[in-house]
Each structure stands twice: as structure tokens, then as C-alpha cells.
């Protein structure tokens, strides 16, 4: 088998979403458009390797966007979309490899179906690219523009049978495709399928997907962030916790050091606020209890500060493909008095989420002398929290 190697196009301007950040480093849903599309490609394994054409002014962005992602190193594009490409195509030449995949950076909705039928159809085909049959009515206008702002004329209707609208990836066989755009270096042609027919090559059409939509403009990107929004729902967790007052002049809550009379005894550091928070996010995911990823009967937890168990249950939720709405935490107890500790507990759990301080509550209440917090024994804490997760996990 010859490598497939995914070439995904990143150096365009982006100037119809406006001035500043191009459309393939903007945000959706908490990650750049551009790391979203090549999670996809990465993730396939039909494909071999993933690199990304980028404008030589965006080398911090592109680093920012895909962070510690497994892409070969970025290649600067040219002054067009076909001559990027080109550049793209002669960088991997070295490589041999026996199919390219030519994609815009700015469709962060390629699926993996989509991805299968591009390559299932060049074992037969010498190009394949993924389209939609034109299903609106196709009205041409009127060429004399008339007044400014005014609505243009219908001129005719254009007869929509046979047409179809072409999306990427665009695969093809490697050779072919570069001596494709190298025979077309200077002609202006839209797409990769087009310098493809030029140099006579014959390429099939798969079917697309409407959601592997191109982000171009603002109303592209709001339709994006609901299409993410619709794959997700929201799950909830709650955990609940206790530890026993013992010999000490403080105890750790929330991550913060509070000095008080006593300590709090626990296998760890007895963090009673973080505890409970740990299990209210394992909760959310299903993912069993503190007790099961961290047994007290293993001594490699003694003392261990609670910081490992909450990042640890951030990370699975992370790995899952969740993102965390909100926590709230209350601590019962007497005493210590929590208030003045407030801010810098949801500052701390806030860090260790990874999160903005405002996803985070913490709460303390008394139990107006009654039970064992009213007698000071221990401190009890509840948490709940909230994940968006993907409704297919
Ligand atoms: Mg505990």
C-alpha cells in the first residue's frame, strides 16, 4: 500500500468573515476551525500523514491552533488557493506517496464516511470528490446591475439537472494531480477537480455531506457552532463527601490551604471540597467513583495532594470530547470560616479544570450546630457539575 497523504489548505485570507483572525483560526465551540478539520483527517486510518498549507504571516496562529497535534511540519502557500496547492503537492514529493486528499481548512465537518468513499473511489478513478445534487431551483440575473441596494431581475432559469456542488476533499492520484497543476500553473481554475479535468483525468463524483459545509461567512460560523451544539447534551453529576477533624493547624479545601484549629484526617490530603467535586464530574461521565481510579488501599495515594484526582476526572471528560459548563461546590461545616478563602478556591479549582473562574461556585453553609459539622467533628461537602458531551459518546 502507498501512503494517502491528507493535504489541508489553510492560506487563504479569509476576508468575507471580515478583517483580523482568517476564518481557519477562529474559534468554534473552543477550537480553532483549522485544529477541528485535521483532528478529522488524523483520526481516519486510511490516512497516513496530514499537513497544512499555511500563509507565510500565520506561523503563530497555526502553532497556537494545532498545538501538540501529529502533522507534518506546515508549508507556506502562494498568492492563490491553486497556487497553495501546487506548493502543497511538490512539498510531499520526496514522500512518493500514492494518493493526496486536497481540503479546506475552513470544513470542519468532514466525516469519516466521506472520507471513505473519496478513497474507496480512487481505487478506480484517477481523481474522486465528494458533491451534492443541486436541489434549488437555479435562477440566472439580469447582467445590468440596475440601482444600488436595488433586488437584481430574474434573467432566466438555469436547468438544474446534472449539476451538482462540489465540496472536498478532493482525492486523487498523487502523480497525476501534480502534473495536473503543474500543466495548469497560471490558468485560474477554482477547485483541484478542475485543474484535474484540464489535464483530462477522469474524476467521479461520491456523495458529499450537507453538514461538511464550508465556513465562509458570519451566518456559516453561527450555523456551524449550532450544528455542534445539536450533537451535544448536557450531563450532570453529584458526589458527596466527608472527612474527620484530627490533630493540625489547617486543613486543605478546595485546593487552597485554610489554617485552622485542626486538620482534616484522610488518606490523602483529606480534601473534602475537592472529593466530592471529583465524584460529581466522574458522575457526569459514568465513569465510577473516586475510590475506583484512586483506591485508598494503595499507598501511592498517602498524602498525595487532591489536585491529581480533580485533573485526573477533567482529563476523561477532555478525552471523551466533553467540555465543562459549570461546578458548584458547598462546604458544610461550622468552621473554618470559608468566605475569605472564596475567591481563591474557585480560582484554584478553576485552574486545575482549565476553565473560567465564572463556570465555578463555591458555597459553605452550617448546620446550625446540629449533627457532626454542628459539633465540629468534620467537615461535609456536596458538589454537583455539568458536562456537554457528545450525544453520540
Ligand atoms: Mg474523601
Known amino acids: 500500500m502507498t501512503a494517502c497523504i491528507a493535504l489541508l489548505v489553510a492560506a487563504g485570507r479569509g ?31 486510511r490516512i497516513d500523514h496530514v499537513r497544512v498549507v499555511i500563509h507565510a504571516d500565520d506561523g503563530d496562529a497555526y502553532r497556537e491552533a494545532v498545538g501538540d497535534l501529529a502533522l507534518l511540519p506546515p508549508v ?4 492563490s488557493r491553486q497556487d497553495s496547492v501546487r506548493l502543497g503537492l511538490e512539498s510531499i514529493e520526496a514522500m512518493a506517496p500514492g494518493q493526496v486528499l486536497i481540503h479546506d481548512a475552513a470544513r470542519p465537518f468532514v466525516s469519516a464516511a466521506v472520507l ?5 473511489a480512487l481505487e478506480s478513478w484517477e481523481g474522486a470528490i465528494p458533491a451534492l445534487p443541486v436541489v434549488d431551483t437555479l435562477k440566472r440575473q439580469a447582467t445590468a446591475p440596475g440601482e444600488a441596494n436595488a433586488a437584481p431581475e430574474i434573467d432566466g432559469t438555469v436547468e438544474r439537472a446534472g449539476l451538482w456542488r462540489a465540496q472536498t476533499p478532493q482525492g486523487f492520484a498523487y502523480s497525476a494531480i501534480l502534473a495536473a497543476h503543474r500543466a495548469a ?22 456523495a458529499g ?11 456559516d460560523l453561527l450555523r456551524s457552532e449550532r450544528l ?3 450533537g451535544d447534551e448536557i450531563r ?29 484526617l484522610g488518606h490523602s490530603d483529606a480534601d473534602v471540597g475537592l472529593h466530592a467535586l471529583t465524584d460529581a464530574l466522574l458522575g457526569a461521565i459514568g465513569a465510577g467513583d473516586i475510590g475506583s481510579h484512586f483506591p485508598p488501599s494503595d499507598p501511592k495515594w498517602r498524602g498525595a495532594p487532591s489536585d491529581v484526582f480533580l485533573r485526573h476526572a477533567a482529563s476523561l471528560i477532555a478525552d471523551a470530547g466533553g467540555r465543562i459548563v459549570n461546578v458548584d461546590v458547598t462546604l458544610i461545616c461550622e468552621r473554618p470560616k470559608i468566605g475569605p478563602h472564596r475567591d481563591a478556591m474557585r480560582g484554584r479549582i478553576a ?8 463556570r465555578v461556585s463555591v458555597k459553605a453553609t452550617t448546620t446550625e450546630e446540629l449533627g457532626f459539622t454542628g459539633r465540629r467533628e468534620g467537615i461535609a461537602a456536596q458538589a454537583i457539575a455539568s458536562v456537554r458531551m457528545p450525544s453520540n459518546n
Request: hydrophobic share 40%; with cysteine.
Open 15 to 45: 476576508s468575507r468573515l471580515g478583517p483580523g483572525t482568517p476564518k481557519q483560526y477562529r474559534q468554534l465551540g473552543g477550537m480553532p476551525i483549522l485544529r477541528r478539520a485535521a483532528m478529522r483527517f488524523l483520526a481516519h486510518p
Open 76 to 79: 507556506p502557500g502562494g498568492a
Open 116 to 120: 471513505d468513499r473519496v478513497i474507496d
Open 185 to 206: 500553473t497560471g490558468k485560474a481554475l477554482t477547485d483541484d477537480a478542475a485543474v484535474a479535468e484540464a489535464a483530462g483525468l477522469r474524476v467521479a463524483m461520491v
Open 209 to 219: 455531506d450537507e453538514d461538511n459545509l464550508k465556513v465562509t461567512t458570519e451566518s
Open 228 to 230: 455542534l451544539a445539536g
Open 236 to 264: 450532570s453529576g453529584m458526589g458527596f463527601d466527608v472527612h474527620r477533624f484530627c490533630d493540625g493547624d489547617h486543613a486543605m479545601l478546595c485546593g487552597i490551604v485554610v489554617p485552622h484549629t485542626h486538620g482534616l
Open 351 to 358: 485552574e486545575l479544570l482549565g476553565c473560567a473562574p465564572s
